[in-house]
C-alpha cells in the first residue's frame, strides 16, 4: 500500500467514526430528553403527589441502583442472544413496556395498591435498563477507535447535558402550573400521565439512528478488503483490541466503589432537605440542575479533548477532590439560607469530567471486546453501594428527624442533616487516593484531529 492510499484511507476512517459519532449524539439526545421525563426528579416528585412516606421516597431513590447490579448476568445472557446489539435493541423496548405501569398507578385505588405497582414497575424497567445499557457501552468500545474514546464519549455526554439542561425544566414549569392553579389540581396527576408518555416514545425513537451499525465490529479481522470495508463502517485498521490489566481494574473499581458508598448517604438527604426544609420548588430545582448541566456541557468537551492526549488518570483524581467541595456547600445550607445550593451546583459540574474520565479510564484497563462484566461491576457495582448506604442513611435520617433527634458526638450535637453531609465529604475527598495504584497506559495522541 502506498503513502497516498494510506493517507486517503485514514481520512475514510475517520469519516466513519465521524458518522458514528452523529448517530450516537441523535441517540443520545433523543434518550435523554425522554428519559428525563420518566426518571429522576419527576419520578421522584410523581411519587411524592402521590402521598408517598419518606420510606416510599428512599425505596423509589434507590431500587434502580440495587436492582442495576443484575447487568453483571449480562455476559452470561451475550452467551444466549449472542450479539451486544440484539440484547441492547430488545431490553431497550421491553424497558419501555414495563415503564408504562408507572403512570398507570394514578388510576389505582389506595396509596398502598398505587405503591406496590410503582415499585414493581420501577424494578422491571431498572433491570431491564441496566442490562441493556451495560451492553450498549460495550458495542459502542467495539464500534469506536480507543484513540479517540475522549472526544468521542465527550460528543455524547454533551448532547446528554445539553438536552437536560433544558427539557426537565420546560416539564417542571408544566408541573408547577398545575399544581398552583386551583382550576387545574385535578388534572394534575395525569399531566404525569402525559408527560411519561411523551418521555417513552422519545426513548423508542432513540433506536432509530443505531440500527444500521453492524452487531459486530471487524476489528478482529486481521485484512480488510476495499469491497468490505464499504460493506461494514468500522474499520479493522483503525483500531485494535487491546489486553486489560487487573491489577488497575481492581483500583478502578475499589476507587468507584467507594466514592459510591459515601454518594449514596445523602441521596435521600439533598431531597428531603430541599423539599421540605428549604422548600425548593421544583422549578428551581430544574434551574439549579439546568445550571449544573450547563457547566457539565462545557468541562465534558475540554476533558474529551485533553484526556484524548494526556490520559484519564490524573484528570478523574484532580476533578474528583473539586467535586467534594460541594458538600461544604450543603453544609452551609443548614441555617436555612437555600442559595448556598448555587455554589454545589455548580461545582456538580465538574461531574462533566468525573464521569467521562472514571468511565474510559475503566475502558482502557479492561480488555476490549470482553468488557461487559467490568462495566457492570463498576457502573452497577457502584450502584448497588449507593443504593444500599442510600437505605441505610434515609432510614437513619427519617428516624433522627421523627425522633426530633440530634447527633451526640463527644463535642456536643449535631444536625442530623449536617453529619450525613460532613461524613459524606470526607469519604468523597478521600476517594481519589485509589487512583494512586493504577498505572495508566496512555499514548498521548496528536492525530486524527478530525474525528
Same mark, same amino acid.
Given at each position: 500500500m502506498?503513502?497516498?492510499?494510506?493517507?486517503?484511507?485514514?481520512?475514510?476512517?475517520?469519516?466513519?467514526?465521524?458518522?458514528?459519532?452523529?448517530?450516537?449524539?441523535?441517540?443520545?439526545?433523543?434518550?435523554?430528553?425522554?428519559?428525563?421525563?420518566?426518571?429522576?426528579?419527576?419520578?421522584?416528585?410523581?411519587?411524592?403527589?402521590?402521598?408517598?412516606?419518606?420510606?416510599?421516597?428512599?425505596?423509589?431513590?434507590?431500587? $434502580?441502583e440495587?436492582?442495576?447490579?443484575?447487568?453483571?448476568?449480562? $455476559?452470561?445472557?451475550l452467551? @444466549?442472544?449472542?450479539?451486544?446489539?440484539?440484547?441492547?435493541?430488545?431490553?431497550?423496548?421491553?424497558? !419501555?413496556? =414495563?415503564?408504562?405501569?408507572?403512570?398507570?398507578?394514578?388510576?389505582?385505588?389506595?396509596?398502598?395498591?398505587?405503591? /406496590?405497582?410503582?415499585?414493581? &414497575?420501577?424494578?422491571?424497567?431498572?433491570?431491564?435498563?441496566?442490562?441493556?445499557?451495560?451492553?450498549?457501552?460495550?458495542?459502542?468500545?467495539?464500534? &469506536?477507535?480507543?484513540?479517540?474514546?475522549? !472526544?468521542?464519549?465527550?460528543?455524547?455526554?454533551?448532547?446528554?447535558?445539553?438536552?437536560?439542561?433544558?427539557? $426537565?425544566?420546560?416539564?417542571?414549569?408544566? !408541573?408547577?402550573?398545575?399544581?398552583?392553579?386551583?382550576?387545574?389540581?385535578?388534572? *394534575?396527576?395525569?399531566?404525569?400521565?402525559?408527560?411519561?408518555?411523551?418521555?417513552?416514545?422519545?426513548?423508542?425513537?432513540?433506536l432509530? +439512528?443505531?440500527?444500521?451499525?453492524?452487531?459486530? +465490529?471487524?476489528?478482529?479481522?486481521? =485484512?480488510?478488503?476495499?469491497?468490505?470495508?464499504?460493506?461494514? +463502517?468500522?474499520?479493522?485498521?483503525?483500531?485494535?483490541? /487491546?489486553?486489560?490489566?487487573?491489577?488497575?481494574?481492581?483500583?478502578?473499581?475499589?476507587?468507584?466503589?467507594?466514592?459510591?458508598?459515601?454518594?449514596?448517604?445523602?441521596?435521600?438527604?439533598?431531597?428531603?432537605h430541599?423539599? !421540605?426544609?428549604?422548600?425548593?420548588?421544583?422549578?428551581?430545582?430544574?434551574?439549579?440542575?439546568?445550571?449544573?448541566?450547563?457547566?457539565?456541557?462545557?468541562?465534558?468537551?475540554?476533558?474529551?479533548?485533553?484526556?484524548? *492526549?494526556?490520559?484519564? *488518570?490524573?484528570?478523574?483524581?484532580?476533578?474528583?477532590?473539586?467535586?467534594?467541595?460541594?458538600?461544604?456547600?450543603?453544609?452551609?445550607?443548614?441555617?436555612g439560607?437555600w442559595?448556598?445550593? @448555587?455554589?454545589?451546583?455548580?461545582?456538580?459540574?465538574?461531574?462533566?469530567?468525573?464521569?467521562?474520565?472514571?468511565?474510559?479510564?475503566?475502558?482502557?484497563?479492561?480488555?476490549?471486546?470482553?468488557?461487559?462484566?467490568?462495566?457492570?461491576?463498576? *457502573?452497577?457495582?457502584?450502584?448497588?453501594?449507593?443504593?444500599?448506604?442510600?437505605?441505610a442513611?434515609?432510614?437513619?435520617?427519617?428516624?433522627?428527624?421523627?425522633?426530633?433527634?440530634?447527633?451526640?458526638?463527644?463535642?456536643?450535637?449535631?444536625?442530623?442533616?449536617?453529619?450525613?453531609?460532613?461524613?459524606?465529604?470526607?469519604?468523597?475527598?478521600?476517594? +481519589?487516593? @485509589?487512583?494512586?495504584?493504577?498505572?495508566?497506559?496512555?499514548?498521548?495522541?496528536?492525530g486524527?484531529?478530525?474525528?
Amino acid at each position: 500500500m502506498t503513502a497516498n492510499q494510506s493517507k486517503k484511507e485514514m481520512v475514510s476512517l475517520s469519516d466513519r467514526t465521524k458518522s458514528l459519532s452523529r448517530s450516537v449524539v441523535f441517540n443520545q439526545t433523543l434518550f435523554t430528553a425522554g428519559y428525563s421525563l420518566t426518571s429522576g426528579g419527576f419520578l421522584v416528585f410523581f411519587a411524592a403527589d402521590l402521598g408517598a412516606s419518606t420510606k416510599a421516597i428512599t425505596w423509589i431513590l434507590t431500587l $434502580p441502583e440495587l436492582v442495576g447490579m443484575l447487568a453483571v448476568l449480562t $455476559p452470561c445472557i451475550l452467551c @444466549w442472544v449472542k450479539n451486544k446489539k440484539q440484547l441492547f435493541l430488545g431490553c431497550s423496548v421491553l424497558s !419501555r413496556i =414495563a415503564s408504562l405501569l408507572i403512570p398507570l398507578a394514578v388510576l389505582l385505588p389506595g396509596s398502598q395498591t398505587q405503591f /406496590h405497582l410503582l415499585v414493581s &414497575a420501577i424494578v422491571l424497567t431498572g433491570i431491564l435498563q441496566a442490562i441493556g445499557y451495560t451492553a450498549y457501552l460495550s458495542w459502542l468500545t467495539d464500534l &469506536a477507535p480507543e484513540k479517540s474514546w475522549g !472526544r468521542f464519549f465527550a460528543r455524547r455526554n454533551m448532547a446528554k447535558v445539553a438536552v437536560l439542561v433544558l427539557v $426537565p425544566f420546560g416539564g417542571a414549569l408544566l !408541573r408547577d402550573w398545575f399544581k398552583n392553579d386551583i382550576h387545574l389540581e385535578q388534572w *394534575r396527576l395525569f399531566g404525569y400521565v402525559i408527560v411519561f408518555g411523551v418521555g417513552n416514545l422519545l426513548q423508542l425513537t432513540s433506536l432509530i +439512528p443505531l440500527l444500521k451499525w453492524p452487531a459486530i +465490529p471487524n476489528w478482529k479481522t486481521a =485484512a480488510i478488503s476495499d469491497n468490505q470495508l464499504d460493506a461494514n +463502517p468500522v474499520v479493522a485498521s483503525e483500531d485494535k483490541p /487491546h489486553q486489560g490489566s487487573l491489577r488497575s481494574l481492581i483500583f478502578v473499581l475499589l476507587f468507584s466503589w467507594w466514592l459510591a458508598f459515601f454518594q449514596g448517604l445523602t441521596q435521600t438527604a439533598f431531597f428531603l432537605h430541599s423539599y !421540605r426544609t428549604l422548600h425548593v420548588s421544583m422549578t428551581t430545582y430544574y434551574l439549579l440542575v439546568g445550571s449544573m448541566y450547563l457547566l457539565q456541557l462545557l468541562l465534558s468537551w475540554w476533558a474529551g479533548t485533553n484526556a484524548d *492526549r494526556k490520559g484519564y *488518570r490524573n484528570m478523574l483524581f484532580t476533578s474528583t477532590l473539586i467535586v467534594s467541595l460541594s458538600m461544604i456547600c450543603w453544609a452551609a445550607t443548614i441555617n436555612g439560607n437555600w442559595l448556598w445550593l @448555587w455554589g454545589a451546583y455548580l461545582l456538580w459540574g465538574g461531574f462533566g469530567v468525573v464521569n467521562l474520565s472514571l468511565q474510559n479510564l475503566l475502558f482502557t484497563v479492561a480488555t476490549k471486546g470482553k468488557n461487559t462484566l467490568a462495566i457492570a461491576l463498576s *457502573r452497577n457495582g457502584a450502584g448497588l453501594i449507593a443504593g444500599l448506604t442510600g437505605l441505610a442513611g434515609g432510614y437513619w435520617l427519617e428516624q433522627m428527624l421523627s425522633n426530633n433527634e440530634f447527633v451526640r458526638l463527644p463535642w456536643g450535637e449535631m444536625n442530623p442533616f449536617l453529619f450525613l453531609f460532613l461524613l459524606s465529604f470526607a469519604g468523597r475527598f478521600l476517594a +481519589p487516593v @485509589w487512583l494512586l495504584g493504577i498505572k495508566e497506559n496512555q499514548t498521548p495522541q496528536t492525530g486524527d484531529q478530525q474525528d
